[in-house]
């Protein structure tokens, strides 16, 4: 090639490569989502553990409810309980009987015992409201309702030592307001000791305990199976058409089985909204709300297995949506929206064996993330979409929706540069091409005149 000829076309192999590059780099710059990932991290005080009795323990002795099992210090008159036993009831104080009323045959309605005991500086009844200003427990063969149409609302006195629970024995709440004096809900972002006045519900030792249509809030605190409504040790039941509000958790198992969660609502509780733990199995955790929750909204720790979390919404929590943590494996999430959480949509927590499927997953931290052990985890069906990362520590095979996420490109911003650079690229081409005519013509004119 002559260098005439190279010089006629190097303008254009140079303007091809300009707007190629140009192109090139605009689809860096513009086509992918380069949203920032923040770190999760948040500022989280629990008591340091202590050995300490379990709080039917504490009321039936007579100790404090912040007792310590090496040094429990002696049982105090201040400490009062009210025992159901099928046959009798039995008032303690500092643990020791000041009152034992005998039953012809037993107490049906909390309302009744009260009525029966006679004594509002323990129990009163006014109109369809109980409140209680000692532990109320139910022994082994006693079976305690609490609801429509004698009860609509029980207080539980925010003072230390009151709250309602069973051994061994059956509660049913129906369609009550239960809740604590005390609105002060207990902040995790305070490193202080948490109220240990505020009361609390608790299924101990293979009771069960039913709830339906009702509502709990200002209960709870960080301490042992204290935490707001709990199934504990072989304990079973259900809570449906429910309400938790401003408790420090919603609800919580440990040591329980076959628990059945269904259409409840779990909003600004301090710590989390639904929380299985410690060997907990076989939980079914359906069509819940769980937002606004001061940590997550749902979720299994410590060796919760064979469990349900299928069709609920957890939104709006302070971390994560839903989490398997600590060895709770074999369980099935399937059909939930997980949207807009501060933390990520789905975590897996050294938890490896569980399934991922049918799962909406929208605007968190990270769509779905794993640490950990990992193995054995099927991820089908799920739509990841608006996260800052769609996963981390996992990888999203085909057959899930990824779209929208950080780090993604962006499919119709890298086709419409593209698609411009075309036309771009024909203008700077004519361009050229007349610049280049205009510059060779009076060259051409001395040549025919010589």
């Given at each position: 090639m002559t260098p005439a000829r190279r010089g006629r076309i190097a303008p254009y192999v140079m303007t091809i490569v300009a707007v190629l590059v140009s192109a090139v780099v605009a689809t860096f710059v513009f086509g992918k989502d380069y949203r920032s990932v923040s770190a999760s991290k948040k500022y989280f005080h629990r008591h340091a553990f202590v050995p300490s009795f379990d709080p039917i323990?504490?009321?039936?002795?007579?100790?404090?409810?912040?007792?310590?099992?090496?040094?429990?210090?002696?049982?105090?008159?201040?400490?009062?309980?009210?025992?159901?036993?099928?046959?009798?009831?039995?008032?303690?104080?500092?643990?020791?009987?000041?009152?034992?009323?005998?039953?012809?045959?037993?107490?049906?309605?909390?309302?009744?015992?009260?009525?029966?005991?006679?004594?509002?500086?323990?129990?009163?009844?006014?109109?369809?409201?109980?409140?209680?200003?000692?532990?109320?427990?139910?022994?082994?063969?006693?079976?305690?309702?609490?609801?429509?149409?004698?009860?609509?609302?029980?207080?539980?006195?925010?003072?230390?030592?009151?709250?309602?629970?069973?051994?061994?024995?059956?509660?049913?709440?129906?369609?009550?307001?239960?809740?604590?004096?005390?609105?002060?809900?207990?902040?995790?972002?305070?490193?202080?000791?948490?109220?240990?006045?505020?009361?609390?519900?608790?299924?101990?030792?293979?009771?069960?305990?039913?709830?339906?249509?009702?509502?709990?809030?200002?209960?709870?605190?960080?301490?042992?199976?204290?935490?707001?409504?709990?199934?504990?040790?072989?304990?079973?039941?259900?809570?449906?058409?429910?309400?938790?509000?401003?408790?420090?958790?919603?609800?919580?198992?440990?040591?329980?089985?076959?628990?059945?969660?269904?259409?409840?609502?779990f909003r600004h509780n301090t710590l989390y909204g639904v929380d299985p733990h410690s060997y907990s199995v076989r939980m079914d955790i359906e069509d819940n709300l769980a937002e606004s929750n001061g940590r997550h909204g749902i979720i299994f720790s410590d060796h919760v297995t064979d469990g349900l979390v299928r069709n609920n919404t957890t939104r709006d929590n302070d971390l994560n949506g839903i989490m398997m943590d600590a060895s709770s494996t074999g369980n099935r999430i399937v059909g939930n929206l997980s949207e807009a959480n501060r933390g990520d949509g789905i975590v897996l927590a050294s938890s490896p064996h569980n399934l991922i499927s049918g799962n909406r997953i929208l605007d968190n931290r990270i769509g779905i993330q794993a640490r950990g052990p990992r193995e054995d985890v099927t991820l089908s069906g799920n739509e990841l979409a608006g996260n800052a990362m769609a996963s981390q520590g996992l990888h999203v095979p085909a057959g899930n929706a990824v779209h929208g996420n950080g780090g993604q490109w962006k499919p119709a911003t890298v086709k419409a540069i593209w698609v411009a650079a075309v036309p771009i690229l024909l203008l700077l081409l004519l361009l050229t091409m007349v610049s280049q005519r205009k510059h060779n013509r009076p060259k051409a004119f001395q040549e025919v005149l010589a």
């Open positions: 323990t504490d009321a039936l002795v007579g100790y404090a409810p912040s007792a310590m099992s090496t040094n429990p210090g002696l049982p105090s008159d201040k400490v009062r309980t009210i025992e159901i036993f099928p046959h009798k009831l039995v008032l303690l104080a500092g643990g020791a009987p000041v009152r034992t009323i005998a039953l012809a045959k037993p107490i049906s309605t909390l309302k009744a015992m009260a009525e029966r005991i006679d004594d509002p500086a323990w129990i009163a009844a006014t109109g369809r409201t109980v409140t209680a200003k000692t532990a109320i427990i139910a022994q082994p063969g006693a079976f305690v309702r609490i609801g429509r149409p004698d009860t609509t609302e029980l207080v539980l006195r925010s003072t230390p030592g009151v709250f309602l629970g069973s051994v061994g024995a059956r509660i049913a709440i129906d369609g009550v307001a239960v809740h604590g004096t005390d609105r002060a809900t207990p902040e995790i972002s305070k490193n202080s000791r948490m109220d240990l006045g505020r009361p609390f519900v608790v299924a101990y030792s293979h009771s069960r305990l039913d709830i339906r249509d009702s509502s709990f809030r200002d209960l709870g605190r960080d301490w042992n199976a204290s935490y707001g409504v709990s199934w504990s040790l072989g304990s079973t039941g259900s809570v449906t058409g429910s309400t938790f509000e401003r408790n420090f958790i919603g609800v919580y198992t440990d040591h329980a089985h076959d628990l059945l969660v269904k259409h409840n609502v």
